[in-house]
């Protein structure tokens, strides 16, 4: 069965520059929720997106931003990098008439800043 | 708001042992709950999930949970445990309907030979 895609996998970048993570949903999915994840910490949720609308935002900072395209996929923005951003980001996708809010992970990119 | 607890940081299980790890929710509502489980470097895969229904949930790779509403508890438990079970375990917490997760800190789980 399709999965998420992210890519790229492993990105490398030195501070103050951007960067631009995708997410490809699984087929059908409507929902895309970005999440990122510092080293030995937990998933923490970033922003989601329904149809092609932001639908909720958390601890994602100004410097960030993404949107969910037409064709769903979705992409995560970041400006003016800092050490503190690197992390690995983790895509999840969703199907919102499923009210079990049964998310799948895509295998993440890992972003690091020096 | 919605939180997880997970009290265990790391455990060691020698292989072949049984193995619970713990994870305690606070939540207004009954929850969704959700056992995910990752690998080094790896992304997050899902082990189990319970919505509603039987309070025993079985998952992929032999493992179950149980969710006790009294406790407010969802702990895994696993009867026998392989090396490549080695991994880092996150219990996450959601409302029903679409909604962001909330995840517990993580138990690193080291098997021993």
């Known amino acids: 069965a399709a999965g998420v895609i992210q890519s790229p996998r492993h990105l490398i970048k030195e501070k103050r520059e951007t960067a631009t993570l995708k997410c490809y949903p699984i087929?059908?999915?409507?929902?895309v929720y970005w999440y990122q994840q510092g080293p030995g910490q937990d998933p923490q949720f970033l922003i989601s997106f329904y149809e092609k609308m932001q639908s909720d935002k958390g601890s994602i900072p100004d410097r960030f931003s993404a949107q969910q395209f037409s064709d769903y996929h979705s992409e995560l923005n970041m400006s003016s990098l800092e050490l503190g951003d690197s992390a690995l980001y983790f895509c999840?996708?969703?199907?919102?008439?499923?009210?079990?809010?049964?998310?799948?992970f895509g295998p993440g990119t890992r972003l690091t800043v020096l | 708001a919605q939180s997880v607890t997970q009290p265990d940081i790391h455990i060691t299980v020698s292989e072949g042992a049984s193995l619970e790890l713990r994870c305690n929710y606070s939540?207004?509502?009954?929850?969704?709950l959700f056992w995910y489980v990752q690998s080094p470097g790896q992304g997050l895969q899902l082990l189990l999930k319970y919505f509603s229904g039987d309070t025993l949930v079985q998952g992929i790779k032999g493992f179950e949970a149980e969710f006790k509403r009294s406790q407010s508890s969802f702990n895994l438990r696993k009867p026998s445990v392989h090396w490549s079970d080695a991994a880092e375990y996150f219990c996450a917490v959601g409302p029903s309907g679409y909604s962001t997760l909330t995840f517990g800190k993580g138990t690193m789980l080291l098997v021993s030979p």
């Open positions: 999840a996708s969703s199907l919102k008439s499923n009210s079990y809010n049964e998310q799948f």
């Open positions: 087929p059908r999915h409507d929902t």
């Open positions: 939540y207004g509502a009954t929850p969704y």
